[in-house]
């Protein structure tokens, strides 16, 4: 009797065209990939292994939120203290990072730690002067069209 193999994982559906071109069987009842040999079992397998791992870009983009610090208001973590393993990532936890980053990033900017130095002629203060000018001008043109 030959050897079977199996693979035993809900995130097969991510790959099932690959499971297929590998070899691969389902069993509805065991809910298994099932291969006869052992080499497109090892490829079924690596396959799975990319498709649930970050691409390089999900990397990179974790990369630099972690150097622009978007990853500490976003993820609440310091990477001063505790390093976020990117490669030990799964792709939907990477999703979620990336999500919380973006969102972050929408809200206080690209580079959220940054100090942003103000040039030393600039007022300290608000000047509304030319907001309060065009609202003026708006309100006359209402009283004049009337």
């Known amino acids: ?7 035993k994982d809900e995130r097969t559906v991510y790959c ?5 071109a590998n070899g691969g069987e389902w069993n509805p009842v065991t ?14 397998a690596g ?7 970050p691409t390089i870009g999900m990397r990179d983009a974790l990369q630099a939120m972690v150097a622009d610090g ?13 390093p976020l393993p990117i490669d030990d990532l799964d792709r939907s936890e990477a999703s979620k990072l990336l999500a ?7 809200v206080l900017g690209v580079h959220p730690l940054d100090d942003v130095e103000q040039p030393n002629d600039e ?3 608000f000047d509304s002067s030319e907001f309060e000018a065009r ?4 309100r006359r043109r209402r009283r004049n069209a009337a």
């Open 100 to 106: 919380a980053g973006y969102a972050v990033r929408r």
């Open 16 to 20: 099932r065209a690959a499971m297929k």
């Open 1 to 7: 009797m030959s050897q079977l193999y199996t693979i």
């Open 31 to 44: 809910r298994e990939w099932i291969f006869h040999d052992a080499s497109d079992h090892a490829n079924a």
């Open 70 to 82: 978007t990853g500490a208001l976003a993820w609440g973590f310091d990477p001063a203290e505790k």
């Open 135 to 138: 609202e003026q001008a708006r």
């Open 123 to 125: 007022p300290a203060t």
């Open 47 to 53: 396959e799975l292994y990319r498709v649930t791992r």
